[in-house]
Protein backbone atom coordinates (compact mmCIF):
# COMPACT_ATOMS: atom_id res chain seq x y z
CA UNK A 1 0.00 0.00 0.00
CA UNK A 2 1.49 3.46 -0.95
CA UNK A 3 0.78 6.53 1.72
CA UNK A 4 1.39 9.89 1.22
CA UNK A 5 3.71 11.08 4.31
CA UNK A 6 4.12 15.09 4.62
CA UNK A 7 7.35 16.14 5.74
CA UNK A 8 7.33 19.74 6.86
CA UNK A 9 10.21 21.66 6.75
CA UNK A 10 13.17 21.34 4.13
CA UNK A 11 13.55 17.91 3.43
CA UNK A 12 16.41 16.51 1.15
CA UNK A 13 15.62 20.12 -0.93
CA UNK A 14 11.94 19.20 -0.64
CA UNK A 15 9.86 22.08 -0.36
CA UNK A 16 7.76 23.16 2.65
CA UNK A 17 4.36 21.06 3.64
CA UNK A 18 5.02 18.98 0.17
CA UNK A 19 3.85 15.28 0.25
CA UNK A 20 6.66 12.75 0.00
CA UNK A 21 5.33 9.28 -1.65
CA UNK A 22 6.73 6.31 0.78
CA UNK A 23 7.11 3.07 -1.10
CA UNK A 24 7.92 -0.54 -0.51
CA UNK A 25 10.29 -2.83 -2.58
CA UNK A 26 8.78 -4.24 -5.31
CA UNK A 27 5.90 -1.85 -5.71
CA UNK A 28 6.98 0.26 -8.61
CA UNK A 29 7.25 -2.67 -10.51
CA UNK A 30 3.77 -3.51 -11.14
CA UNK A 31 1.89 -0.15 -10.16
CA UNK A 32 -1.43 -0.17 -10.04
CA UNK A 33 -1.67 3.08 -12.09
CA UNK A 34 0.89 4.24 -15.27
CA UNK A 35 -0.10 6.81 -17.73
CA UNK A 36 1.74 8.42 -20.61
CA UNK A 37 0.87 11.66 -22.09
CA UNK A 38 0.69 13.24 -25.59
CA UNK A 39 0.36 16.82 -26.94
CA UNK A 40 -2.06 17.43 -29.49
CA UNK A 41 -2.30 21.43 -29.52
CA UNK A 42 -1.15 24.05 -26.94
CA UNK A 43 -3.69 23.01 -24.17
CA UNK A 44 -5.23 19.49 -26.11
CA UNK A 45 -3.47 16.45 -24.35
CA UNK A 46 -4.58 12.92 -24.46
CA UNK A 47 -3.47 10.51 -21.32
CA UNK A 48 -3.30 6.89 -22.26
CA UNK A 49 -2.88 4.75 -19.32
CA UNK A 50 -3.89 1.64 -17.39
CA UNK A 51 -5.51 1.37 -13.90
CA UNK A 52 -6.33 -1.58 -11.54
CA UNK A 53 -10.40 -1.06 -10.35
CA UNK A 54 -10.44 -4.04 -8.39
CA UNK A 55 -10.33 -1.86 -5.10
CA UNK A 56 -13.29 0.21 -5.98
CA UNK A 57 -15.87 -2.38 -7.64
CA UNK A 58 -16.87 -2.99 -4.31
CA UNK A 59 -18.54 0.79 -3.90
CA UNK A 60 -19.79 0.91 -7.51
CA UNK A 61 -23.92 0.92 -7.78
CA UNK A 62 -23.64 0.99 -11.29
CA UNK A 63 -22.11 -0.15 -14.85
CA UNK A 64 -19.58 2.83 -14.41
CA UNK A 65 -17.36 4.52 -11.85
CA UNK A 66 -16.69 8.49 -12.12
CA UNK A 67 -12.87 9.38 -11.20
CA UNK A 68 -11.14 12.30 -10.14
CA UNK A 69 -8.19 12.98 -11.74
CA UNK A 70 -6.10 15.63 -10.24
CA UNK A 71 -2.27 17.09 -11.62
CA UNK A 72 0.58 18.02 -8.92
CA UNK A 73 3.51 20.16 -10.01
CA UNK A 74 5.84 21.78 -7.51
CA UNK A 75 3.14 24.62 -6.64
CA UNK A 76 0.42 22.16 -5.80
CA UNK A 77 -2.75 21.05 -7.44
CA UNK A 78 -2.70 23.14 -10.45
CA UNK A 79 -5.06 20.67 -12.43
CA UNK A 80 -8.57 18.23 -12.30
CA UNK A 81 -10.83 16.26 -14.38
CA UNK A 82 -13.61 13.83 -13.87
CA UNK A 83 -14.68 11.48 -16.15
CA UNK A 84 -16.03 8.04 -16.45
CA UNK A 85 -14.57 4.79 -16.45
CA UNK A 86 -16.35 1.05 -17.01
CA UNK A 87 -16.75 -1.32 -13.92
CA UNK A 88 -13.92 -3.68 -14.80
CA UNK A 89 -11.23 -5.30 -12.94
CA UNK A 90 -9.10 -3.21 -15.07
CA UNK A 91 -8.69 -0.35 -17.27
CA UNK A 92 -6.61 1.04 -20.39
CA UNK A 93 -7.28 3.38 -23.17
CA UNK A 94 -6.90 7.09 -24.30
CA UNK A 95 -8.64 10.13 -22.52
CA UNK A 96 -8.70 13.29 -24.12
CA UNK A 97 -8.43 16.61 -22.24
CA UNK A 98 -7.56 20.43 -21.99
CA UNK A 99 -4.62 20.89 -19.29
CA UNK A 100 -2.62 24.54 -19.04
CA UNK A 101 -0.25 24.74 -21.38
CA UNK A 102 2.90 25.41 -18.81
CA UNK A 103 2.78 21.97 -18.16
CA UNK A 104 4.47 21.09 -21.40
CA UNK A 105 8.00 20.07 -20.64
CA UNK A 106 7.46 19.18 -16.53
CA UNK A 107 7.24 15.93 -14.69
CA UNK A 108 4.53 15.88 -12.63
CA UNK A 109 2.21 13.38 -10.41
CA UNK A 110 -1.31 12.78 -11.38
CA UNK A 111 -3.42 11.12 -8.69
CA UNK A 112 -6.10 9.05 -9.34
CA UNK A 113 -9.29 8.70 -7.30
CA UNK A 114 -12.90 7.18 -6.63
CA UNK A 115 -14.69 9.98 -4.66
CA UNK A 116 -17.31 6.84 -3.20
CA UNK A 117 -14.24 4.26 -2.23
CA UNK A 118 -12.76 5.07 1.28
CA UNK A 119 -8.73 5.87 0.40
CA UNK A 120 -7.41 4.06 -2.08
CA UNK A 121 -5.92 6.71 -4.41
CA UNK A 122 -3.44 6.19 -6.75
CA UNK A 123 -0.41 7.78 -7.94
CA UNK A 124 1.74 8.09 -11.40
CA UNK A 125 4.71 10.13 -12.48
CA UNK A 126 4.82 11.51 -15.81
CA UNK A 127 6.25 13.79 -18.18
CA UNK A 128 3.96 16.31 -20.24
CA UNK A 129 5.62 16.12 -23.55
CA UNK A 130 6.71 19.65 -25.56
CA UNK A 131 6.36 18.68 -29.37
CA UNK A 132 2.68 18.12 -30.71
CA UNK A 133 1.94 14.39 -31.83
CA UNK A 134 -0.95 13.84 -34.01
CA UNK A 135 -0.40 9.78 -33.48
CA UNK A 136 0.33 8.60 -30.02
CA UNK A 137 1.52 5.22 -28.96
CA UNK A 138 -0.58 2.82 -26.28
CA UNK A 139 1.56 1.05 -24.15
CA UNK A 140 1.57 0.85 -21.09
CA UNK A 141 5.83 1.08 -21.13
CA UNK A 142 8.53 2.86 -23.06
CA UNK A 143 9.60 -0.63 -23.87
CA UNK A 144 8.05 -1.58 -26.90
CA UNK A 145 6.28 -4.73 -28.16
CA UNK A 146 6.39 -4.89 -31.99
CA UNK A 147 4.00 -4.05 -33.71
CA UNK A 148 3.62 -0.90 -31.67
CA UNK A 149 -0.24 0.25 -32.01
CA UNK A 150 -0.64 3.49 -32.92
CA UNK A 151 -3.94 5.60 -32.46
CA UNK A 152 -5.06 8.47 -34.31
CA UNK A 153 -6.69 11.87 -33.17
CA UNK A 154 -9.88 10.23 -35.24
CA UNK A 155 -9.85 6.80 -32.72
CA UNK A 156 -8.45 4.88 -35.76
CA UNK A 157 -5.85 2.48 -34.43
CA UNK A 158 -2.96 1.27 -36.53
CA UNK A 159 0.15 -1.32 -36.35
CA UNK A 160 3.22 -0.27 -37.37
CA UNK A 161 6.37 -1.91 -37.66
CA UNK A 162 9.82 -0.49 -38.59
CA UNK A 163 10.03 0.02 -42.01
CA UNK A 164 6.58 0.45 -42.62
CA UNK A 165 5.49 3.63 -44.63
CA UNK A 166 3.38 4.61 -41.75
CA UNK A 167 6.38 4.28 -39.12
CA UNK A 168 9.01 6.32 -40.79
CA UNK A 169 5.91 8.85 -40.90
CA UNK A 170 5.39 8.50 -37.24
CA UNK A 171 9.13 8.44 -35.82
CA UNK A 172 12.26 8.96 -36.26
CA UNK A 173 15.50 7.63 -34.86
CA UNK A 174 16.93 8.29 -31.57
CA UNK A 175 20.46 9.43 -31.07
CA UNK A 176 21.22 7.84 -27.73
CA UNK A 177 24.11 9.05 -25.80
CA UNK A 178 24.79 5.25 -24.42
CA UNK A 179 27.81 6.05 -23.14
CA UNK A 180 28.67 4.64 -19.34
CA UNK A 181 27.88 7.26 -17.44
CA UNK A 182 30.48 8.51 -15.42
CA UNK A 183 28.90 7.16 -12.24
CA UNK A 184 30.99 7.27 -8.99
CA UNK A 185 33.25 5.24 -7.60
CA UNK A 186 30.83 2.75 -5.70
CA UNK A 187 29.54 2.06 -8.83
CA UNK A 188 32.88 1.91 -11.28
CA UNK A 189 36.03 0.28 -11.49
CA UNK A 190 38.06 2.78 -13.94
CA UNK A 191 38.04 6.28 -14.93
CA UNK A 192 38.70 5.28 -18.46
CA UNK A 193 36.19 6.77 -21.09
CA UNK A 194 34.41 4.91 -22.80
CA UNK A 195 33.32 5.44 -26.89
CA UNK A 196 29.97 6.64 -27.88
CA UNK A 197 27.57 4.31 -29.37
CA UNK A 198 24.72 5.21 -31.05
CA UNK A 199 22.16 2.33 -31.64
CA UNK A 200 19.73 1.45 -34.13
CA UNK A 201 16.86 0.77 -31.69
CA UNK A 202 16.09 3.58 -30.25
CA UNK A 203 13.04 5.87 -31.50
CA UNK A 204 11.19 8.86 -30.53
CA UNK A 205 7.73 10.25 -32.06
CA UNK A 206 8.32 12.82 -34.69
CA UNK A 207 8.04 16.42 -33.05
CA UNK A 208 8.78 14.76 -29.87
CA UNK A 209 12.15 14.41 -28.75
CA UNK A 210 12.05 14.08 -24.90
CA UNK A 211 10.77 10.78 -24.63
CA UNK A 212 12.84 7.82 -26.36
CA UNK A 213 11.15 4.33 -27.09
CA UNK A 214 13.35 1.35 -26.38
CA UNK A 215 12.47 -1.32 -29.11
CA UNK A 216 15.20 -3.86 -28.37
CA UNK A 217 14.58 -6.65 -26.83
CA UNK A 218 18.03 -8.13 -27.08
CA UNK A 219 20.22 -8.78 -23.76
CA UNK A 220 21.96 -5.37 -22.80
CA UNK A 221 25.83 -5.48 -22.84
CA UNK A 222 26.64 -6.21 -19.50
CA UNK A 223 29.14 -3.38 -17.11
CA UNK A 224 32.41 -5.14 -15.94
CA UNK A 225 31.93 -4.55 -12.48
CA UNK A 226 35.91 -3.86 -10.27
CA UNK A 227 38.86 -6.14 -10.96
CA UNK A 228 38.60 -8.83 -7.80
CA UNK A 229 35.04 -7.96 -7.37
CA UNK A 230 33.10 -10.96 -7.05
CA UNK A 231 29.90 -9.46 -7.67
CA UNK A 232 28.07 -10.48 -11.10
CA UNK A 233 24.67 -9.14 -11.72
CA UNK A 234 22.01 -12.33 -13.42
CA UNK A 235 21.17 -11.78 -16.64
CA UNK A 236 17.70 -10.98 -15.17
CA UNK A 237 19.21 -8.94 -13.53
CA UNK A 238 20.37 -7.02 -16.12
CA UNK A 239 16.84 -7.54 -18.12
CA UNK A 240 14.98 -6.00 -15.04
CA UNK A 241 17.18 -2.76 -15.15
CA UNK A 242 16.98 -2.70 -18.88
CA UNK A 243 13.02 -3.32 -18.35
CA UNK A 244 12.69 -0.42 -15.29
CA UNK A 245 14.96 2.59 -15.73
CA UNK A 246 15.70 2.98 -19.23
CA UNK A 247 15.07 7.23 -20.49
CA UNK A 248 17.51 8.65 -22.37
CA UNK A 249 20.34 6.18 -21.54
CA UNK A 250 19.23 2.16 -21.41
CA UNK A 251 18.37 1.23 -17.99
CA UNK A 252 21.20 -0.77 -16.94
CA UNK A 253 23.07 2.18 -18.11
CA UNK A 254 20.74 4.57 -16.27
CA UNK A 255 22.10 5.86 -12.95
CA UNK A 256 19.32 4.26 -10.85
CA UNK A 257 20.26 1.30 -12.68
CA UNK A 258 23.55 0.91 -11.77
CA UNK A 259 22.42 1.49 -8.37
CA UNK A 260 20.04 -1.50 -8.25
CA UNK A 261 22.09 -4.20 -10.20
CA UNK A 262 24.97 -3.40 -7.31
CA UNK A 263 22.76 -3.26 -4.47
CA UNK A 264 18.70 -3.99 -5.53
CA UNK A 265 15.43 -2.34 -5.37
CA UNK A 266 15.82 -0.26 -2.17
CA UNK A 267 13.52 -1.56 0.93
CA UNK A 268 12.30 1.56 1.15
CA UNK A 269 11.88 4.40 -1.84
CA UNK A 270 10.67 7.64 -1.21
CA UNK A 271 9.74 10.18 -3.94
CA UNK A 272 8.13 13.70 -5.34
CA UNK A 273 8.07 14.57 -9.03
CA UNK A 274 11.28 15.99 -9.13
CA UNK A 275 13.34 13.75 -6.27
CA UNK A 276 13.70 10.30 -5.76
CA UNK A 277 15.91 9.24 -2.55
CA UNK A 278 16.52 4.89 -1.97
CA UNK A 279 17.36 4.12 1.12
CA UNK A 280 19.02 0.59 2.25
CA UNK A 281 18.47 0.69 6.24
CA UNK A 282 20.54 -2.52 6.63
CA UNK A 283 23.14 -1.25 4.84
CA UNK A 284 23.55 2.41 6.27
CA UNK A 285 23.11 3.45 2.49
CA UNK A 286 21.23 6.21 0.88
CA UNK A 287 21.21 7.37 -2.77
CA UNK A 288 19.31 10.64 -3.99
CA UNK A 289 18.41 11.06 -7.54
CA UNK A 290 17.06 14.45 -8.88
CA UNK A 291 15.12 14.69 -12.32
CA UNK A 292 17.55 16.24 -14.88
CA UNK A 293 17.55 16.68 -18.37
CA UNK A 294 15.46 13.55 -19.12
CA UNK A 295 16.84 11.41 -16.68
CA UNK A 296 17.36 10.70 -13.13
CA UNK A 297 20.55 11.72 -12.19
CA UNK A 298 22.81 10.61 -8.71
CA UNK A 299 23.77 13.70 -6.68
CA UNK A 300 27.45 12.32 -6.26
CA UNK A 301 29.46 11.94 -2.83
CA UNK A 302 32.69 11.19 -1.91
CA UNK A 303 31.53 9.15 1.20
CA UNK A 304 31.00 6.50 -1.99
CA UNK A 305 34.57 5.70 -2.32
CA UNK A 306 35.25 4.60 0.69
CA UNK A 307 32.28 2.29 0.58
CA UNK A 308 33.04 0.50 -2.68
CA UNK A 309 36.63 -0.12 -1.52
CA UNK A 310 34.65 -2.18 1.96
CA UNK A 311 32.97 -4.43 -0.62
Known amino acids: MRRAVPFLGVVWGVSWGQAIWV ?5 HSAPSFSAQVYRLSAERWVLFFKVNLAPWLPYVFDTTLSVRLQVQTKE ?7 FTLPAAPEWSGSIEGHFPERLAGQMTILYLSFPDAPGGVYHARV ?7 PIWVEATSTILDLPVRLRTQSGETKLAMPGDSLWNLVFSPAKVDTTIPP ?4 LRSSKK ?3 RVEI ?7 GDTSTVFWTCREAPLPYAPSKGSSFTPSPSEWNTAYRLFSDIKPGERSDRGMVYLFYGLPPVRLHTPYQEIWVYPEAG ?4 FVWKGGTWELIRRLEYQSIWHRR
Open 76 to 82: GIIAETL
Open 193 to 195: SRL
Open 200 to 206: GCAWHLR
Open 127 to 133: FWRSGYT
Open 23 to 27: EKAGE
Open 285 to 288: LSFH
Open 183 to 186: LPYV
